[in-house]
Each structure stands twice: as structure tokens, then as C-alpha cells.
């Protein structure tokens, strides 16, 4: 698995990287098959260390895992453990979606915007109906059942997933209820 461990204008030294790989590296051998890459960024906030890591599986599912905590191993611990916990209550599906699927999830591009606030335009009267673009970005848009929709979403932590539907090919979007319950918005058409 190759590993990238980065500091934002905090230097992340030879032991905390040993520390990130042999510890992530076990957690993420132990539940899930085929890890490709491991994207690990630390930062401060305030007071406290925020480590945010994100391991891509060879499947094209994710698992994201995010924890704060006023040391910086105490902040990677937290994380290590948010990530296992996700990972281990996916661990049989997970499996399961590796046997089920020879070839990668495929992707498809799309554009991704920004859009701003009421609050950040400086009329008072907007000039049109058309919002402003603040930024654009390029997204991916995984073609998976419903059911490993639902998983990447909660691996992810995300509180929606757009998707196409491999069964029907059209997109669909599963997101995380008021109620806690999952809602999955599938188009007629």
C-alpha cells in the first residue's frame, strides 16, 4: 500500500510516519483486502491536533476517518480506531464485494461547483436567478448497486452519495435521513 502523510505547517517526522504506517497498515490488512494508497493529513486547530485519513480499496470503495485530540499520535490513535470500527462493521460486505466484483468500480467524470452564499453577494436585490460560481472542480461518480452505494456512503462518512445504478444506469443518490434512517432517490425516466 503506498502511503502519503502530509503535515499542513506542522513537520511530520520520521517516527510519527513509522507509527502511521505499521499502525494503519494493520488495521487495514486485518479488514480489508487490497489496499492501494492511504492519504493521511494532519493539522492543528487551535489547541488540538486533526488527523483525517482516507484509504482507497482496489474495488474503488473508500473509507475516510477523521479525530482530534490535543497530542498529535493521541489525534492518529483516534483516527486508527474510527477507521477500524467502520472498516470491521464492513469487513463480511466487503469481502463479499470483492468476490462479486472481478473488475474495479468504474467512474465517471463530472463537474463539480461552488456556489455562493445569499449572505456573500453584496446586492440586496439579486440581479438574476442565477447563482455565483465561487469554484469548480472535476468529481468521480461511482457506478455501484444500491447496496454498495449505501456502504461507500458510510465508509466515507458523507452525508450523501451521487451514483449510477448499475442495475437501471441511470443516477440515483442515497443520503442520511433526519430520522438517522438511509433515503434512496431513484428517477423515473
Known sequence: ??????????????????????????????????????????????????????????????????????????????????????????????????RERAEPVELF?????????????EAAEPESLQPMIIAEMESKIPSLSVGEAVMQMELAGAPVLVFRNESKNGLNVVYRREDGNIGWVDPQG
Open 109 to 121: 467524470g463530472a463537474s463539480s461547483y461552488i456556489l455562493a452564499s445569499e449572505g456573500e453577494t
Open 1 to 98: 500500500m503506498r502511503y502519503q502523510i502530509t503535515g499542513k505547517h506542522i513537520d511530520v517526522g520520521d517516527a510519527l510516519q513509522t507509527h502511521v504506517k505499521d499502525e494503519l497498515g494493520a488495521v487495514v490488512g486485518k479488514y480489508a483486502e487490497r489496499p492501494t494508497d492511504a492519504n493521511i493529513i494532519f493539522s492543528k486547530s487551535a489547541h488540538e491536533y486533526v488527523c483525517e485519513a482516507t484509504v482507497h480499496l482496489s474495488t474503488g470503495l473508500t473509507a475516510q476517518a477523521k479525530a482530534h485530540a490535543t497530542e498529535i499520535y493521541a489525534a492518529f490513535d483516534d483516527c486508527s480506531a474510527k477507521m477500524e470500527k467502520q472498516l470491521r462493521r464492513y469487513k463480511r460486505r466487503l469481502k463479499d464485494h470483492h
